[in-house]
């Protein structure tokens, strides 16, 4: 009679354990410390990257609306403009939310925080995936196998090590609550029970990424897996998160088109296009695997060779796979492949949008389905006690290598140089990688590289207009006439490959400036604003040159235009005032160059201009106290008080 009692009582015994909560159960907590630590270990090289000139600059490190939040009263004032703009062209709000936060905290002078950032939202992602493994009933070493096959996968890195895609890691942690919240509904047989909860992270979702339009559907997969019958009632009570998806997906699109993003990926047709959709689809299941030639960049071929028509071969087959999986009820087979189509289809370039055909950053959400099928599997082969171990091994072994293949990759993307280096590795024959690196090289002075590559981008010959600007941009360094004439020339051949170019005609009208050409450089800045009425530099070069007219009126409309498109400028400020005194406009001067002080109050010029307002409205003390200052401060000026009369 005890023999039962013991059973019984040890049977109680572990029901209780294996019902504690997530927190309750110390098994849980260690394995989460190990595999957050293991990832962290990883990505310790990202923390000491710079930023790079691929985005990063558009992003935050150019972006006005992230500049100018130097403090929270000047975020706060950015957050509608903030929530109605695009930057090139995607609507990710949230995202660039958190770049003006992190300038108001941190500066952009040491990106090792901006960094630390990213890595922390991917160690909450990697949490999820653990907590979404086990919910979906995986045993706990099978769930750290699938949690840190998500976390240091060497396809993970791009969306890490890329201050840039932030979009990705924020938009994951807030994209796998909801599907963790969905799962735990489900599981009390309440799928509604967590509604508020997972609209609000689903919205958030959105806001960081336009890729967030797929959770409806990898409820449904979800659905599949946990035995719910996939029926109309199933679609109809998700009506609500189908809206949210087409909301978020159609003003996605509409923002890409608006800036021709959708356009710019290559001159194949529909036809061919499918075939492109076809090729990474199976190039991305190929990588999952073994992750060969991980590059930041997979530029678009010249034309389509037979792999990639042949490649609609291994699509039919898994989709006849999966077919064939549904009727035997293989469902764990079935929910991987679903779900990594579900939040990869979107993403194949069938509708081109960008410069590349594949990247490794549109797997981090969709990996994570064959990595729970991998994992799931891999629990089932470890219940065979005879080689249990053998394939322990080969899973830790294989994690060792993931590990140190990301650990390395982690480097690539220390600046823009090894960056695009390693682009110009596999793929020397384009143009964008030479250009970047060449730019690089530019902003660091080191001019005869920066005019290799320059040269060697534009004879690839394939008539891009940017690295003609940009090398012109190198020669607009040089204070030799017949250098700045070859800008001029490089300017005038962008212009003609694309005449309506906003840039280049800024570019051009700013060098026609520096030759003391006016009336070309008027012109050239006029038609500029005529393509694109939002570029500051615009404003910027043309009140420079109403300047040195003398037109100071003029000079003060263009200023006027260019703080409403970039308040952060202290020069621009200082500008409007010395303007102003020049047209005896006193009133407003003062306020001005107080602003241009207080944004910058160790420029010695801002102290001379006004030590200039307070002698010419007979403040003689505050001027000689101004004065002192600038001259303190590093401002050269040999004259006397009587010297600032205007």
């Not at 339009?213 to 109809?236: G, H, Q, T």
């Not at 090289?441 to 005869?448: A, I």
């Amino acid at each position: 009679m005890t023999k039962p009692k013991k059973q019984d009582k040890a049977k109680k015994k572990k029901i209780a354990i294996s019902n504690l909560s997530f927190w309750s159960n110390f098994q849980n907590i260690y394995a989460l410390i190990a595999i957050l630590l293991l990832t962290a270990i990883v990505f310790l090289p990202s923390l000491n990257n710079n930023f790079v000139n691929w985005d990063d600059d558009k992003n935050f490190y150019e972006n006005a609306l992230v500049l100018s939040s130097i403090d929270f009263t000047s975020l706060l004032k950015n957050i509608p403009s903030i929530f109605s703009s695009t930057v090139i062209g995607n609507y990710n709000p949230l995202s660039h939310f958190t770049f003006a936060l992190e300038n108001v905290i941190f500066g952009l002078k040491n990106p090792f925080y901006w960094h630390l950032d990213n890595l922390i939202l991917h160690l909450i992602c990697v949490m999820l995936i653990f907590r979404i493994s086990l919910a979906l009933g995986l045993n706990i070493w099978s769930a750290i196998f699938c949690a840190l096959l998500f976390g240091i996968h060497p396809l993970r890195v791009e969306s890490v090590a890329w201050i840039t895609e932030r979009k990705d890691v924020l938009f994951g942690s807030f994209y796998l609550a909801a599907l963790y919240y969905y799962i735990k509904g489900v599981k009390d047989n309440q799928p509604n029970k967590y509604l508020l909860r997972i609209i609000i992270l689903f919205i958030l979702s959105g806001l960081s990424k336009i890729q967030a339009v797929s959770l409806p559907l990898s409820m449904l997969a979800v659905d599949y897996f946990m035995n719910r019958k996939i029926i109309w009632e199933r679609l109809i009570e998700k009506w609500f998160y189908f809206g949210i998806s087409l909301l978020i997906g159609l003003a996605g699109v509409y923002f890409l088109n608006q800036a021709g993003s959708l356009k710019s990926s290559g001159n194949f047709d529909l036809f061919d296009r499918i075939f492109i959709g076809s090729y990474s689809y199976i190039i991305y299941y190929i990588k999952l695997l073994v992750p060969f030639q991980t590059s930041p960049m997979y530029p678009y071929p010249p034309s389509l060779g037979i792999n990639f028509y042949l490649s609609i071969i291994p699509t039919l087959l898994i989709i006849g796979l999966t077919i064939y999986s549904f009727f035997r009820k293989w469902k764990a087979l079935v929910f991987g492949i679903v779900f990594f189509t579900f939040n990869i289809m979107f993403l194949l370039q069938i509708v081109g949008a960008g410069q590349g055909f594949i990247a490794d950053r549109f797997t981090y959400i969709a990996y994570f389905g064959l990595f729970f099928t991998i994992a799931y599997y891999f629990q089932s082969l470890l219940s065979n006690q005879k080689y249990a171990n053998y394939f322990s091994i080969g899973a830790i072994s294989y994690l060792a290598i993931f590990a140190y293949l990301s650990f390395n990759q982690n480097k690539v993307w220390k600046n823009s140089e090894t960056l695009w280096t390693h682009v110009i590795k596999y793929y020397p024959n384009t143009t964008i990688s030479w250009g970047n690196r060449a730019n690089y090289y530019r902003d660091q002075g080191r001019k005869k590289e920066a005019l290799s590559d320059y040269s060697t981008a534009i004879g690839l010959g394939d008539q891009k207009a940017a690295p003609y600007n940009s090398r012109a941009k190198l020669y607009f360094q040089s204070n030799y006439r017949d250098t700045l004439m070859m800008a001029v020339q490089d300017y005038s051949t962008a212009i003609s490959i694309e005449p309506t170019n906003s840039e280049y005609y800024t570019n051009r009208g700013a060098t026609f400036a520096r030759l003391q050409d006016n009336d070309n450089a008027i012109q050239d800045l006029i038609q500029a604003a005529e393509y694109n009425v939002n570029n500051p530099n615009i404003y910027l070069n043309r009140s420079i040159v109403y300047h040195q007219l003398g037109q100071y009126q003029n000079e003060i409309n263009d200023i006027n235009i260019y703080l409403k498109l970039n308040p952060n400028n202290a020069n621009m400020w200082a500008n409007r005032a010395n303007a102003n005194m020049l047209l005896r406009n006193w009133e407003p001067s003062l306020a001005d160059i107080n602003q241009a002080i207080k944004m910058n109050p160790n420029y010695g010029v801002y102290y001379f201009y006004r030590a200039q307002y307070y002698f010419n409205t007979n403040n003689l003390s505050l001027a000689q106290q101004d004065l002192d200052k600038a001259v303190q401060l590093g401002f050269q000026f040999n004259g006397s008080i009587e010297n600032l009369a205007i």
